[in-house]
């Protein structure tokens, strides 16, 4: 019965079948390769460089020695011999992986102990880790509203904002950038469900800050929640290193969510939440990034925890990082190099034609310096850009030699 079962459909039926699928491949395939060719025709062709060794300004990118102005290593932790002592401590003492979600086994006294440091040093009751900081945006806000609430979103936000906005259910509205009388006006039309603002704390193609102040105002007055994404601005920002919060002096209880990520001024990996003991515990339950993913391993908690220790007891790294900044911009005022009014590391350059900016970098490239070159959709159309990123471990030798290259750029 078996064997007449197999064998009803005939050979060439079965063969028609497989081919047709073959066929319906075939076709996906070069629609999918047609795309790419477009891509490539107009200079959006994405591709990866291949580094050897570690994150630090002198590097060697495709087998060629390179100055790197794209890192986002704002304080130079990332190869820290004290963080890297603190890994190599955490995996003999943890292992390399974690072994399970945070809700399973993989919540490790490593990682507690990094939550309670963060929520310490925030000045937040508590504190959450995600696995990187896209996961914790969309964590948080499909946690926090859903159909029948409305999200506002600075229209500069960082994807993963914008998509977390997207994906919640909740309508979403773009205000103009940094403009918080036009977020006014959309949240005095909102007509029911709950109202949640997004922004970045600093925006990470165009390094400005957020004006917190009037959106805490905003948000006061039309009984929104607020939320600030402040991946680029914490460890870097503020006396101590607490972010664009301290940068103002914004209170805590006016940001009642909180976001940041480990993988830039810090170094390691990850991202947190931090908030209200009722707002960590919600997440624990709703966020779907939190409750069904591995936990990052133990090892990089320590190391995190060891960065976080630098960052509270040397302060000249960030005093370090501001003097290359003013340093950066002075010599580039003095050769007539326009930049953007940026006071962060983030110091773009506007060329605008994307297959200019493309050239540029690998111009500058070829001169050994590693620039890379930012276009749509990551930007807006006809604002390519080289996102020039500064770091405390930058020399002024490496700046000087980067500023001389940008004058003898030719655009």
């Not at 036009?182 to 039309?189: M, S, T």
């Not at 922004?199 to 607020?226: E, K, Q």
């Not at 947190?272 to 391993?297: C, K, M, V």
């Not at 111009?363 to 310096?369: F, N």
Request: hydrophobic share 40%.
């Amino acid at each position: 019965m078996c064997l007449q079962k197999r064998n009803s459909f005939s050979a060439p039926q079965r063969l028609c079948g497989e081919n047709n699928l073959f066929i319906t491949s075939i076709v996906n395939l070069k629609n999918l390769s047609n795309e790419l060719d477009q891509r490539k025709a107009q200079h959006l062709y994405r591709f990866r460089r291949i580094s050897d060794g570690p994150q630090q300004p002198e590097m060697i990118i495709d087998g060629k020695a390179v100055i790197s102005f794209c890192s986002n290593d704002y304080l130079g932790l990332a190869n820290h011999p004290d963080v890297k002592t603190a890994f190599i401590d955490g995996i003999q003492q943890y292992g390399t992986g974690s072994g399970a979600a945070h809700l399973i086994n993989g919540h490790s006294r490593a990682h507690h102990a990094l939550e309670e440091e963060l929520a310490e040093f925030t000045g937040y009751p508590r504190t959450l880790l995600f696995s990187t900081g896209y996961m914790a945006n969309l964590g948080v806000v499909q946690s926090l509203v859903g159909k029948g609430d409305s999200v506002f979103e600075d229209r500069l936000n960082h994807a993963s904002l914008l998509d977390a906005g997207l994906l919640s259910g909740a309508r979403l509205m773009r205000f103009l950038h940094n403009e918080t009388d036009n977020l006014a006006a959309k949240l005095a039309r909102r007509k029911q469900g709950e109202s949640l603002v997004l922004s970045d704390g600093v925006f990470s193609m165009d390094g400005d800050i957020a004006d917190l102040p009037a959106l805490v105002r905003v948000c006061n007055d039309h009984d929104a929640w607020l939320m600030i994404d402040d991946a680029h601005g914490f460890g870097v920002l503020g006396e101590n290193g607490r972010g664009t919060m301290e940068h103002y002096g914004v209170s805590r209880k006016d940001i009642p969510v909180y976001m940041a990520t480990l993988g830039k001024a810090l170094g390691t990996a990850g991202a947190f939440i931090a908030g209200s003991n009722e707002l960590i515990d919600t997440l624990i339950q709703r966020a779907r990034t939190y409750i069904y993913t591995t936990s990052s391993p133990p090892a990089v908690a320590e190391a995190t925890r060891a960065s976080l220790s630098i960052i509270k007891s040397q302060p000249e790294l960030r005093a370090r990082l501001q003097s290359n900044i003013q340093y950066f911009r002075r010599c580039c005022e003095q050769l007539g190099i326009c930049l953007t009014d940026s006071r962060t590391a983030i110091q773009p350059i506007i060329i605008g034609d994307t297959q200019t900016t493309v050239a540029a970098s690998e111009q500058l490239l070829a001169q050994g310096i590693h620039i890379t070159a930012i276009r749509p959709p990551t930007v807006p159309e006809g604002t390519a850009r080289l996102r020039i990123t500064l770091s405390a471990a930058h020399k002024l030798a490496h700046i000087d030699k980067l500023v001389t290259a940008l004058h003898m750029l030719k655009y």
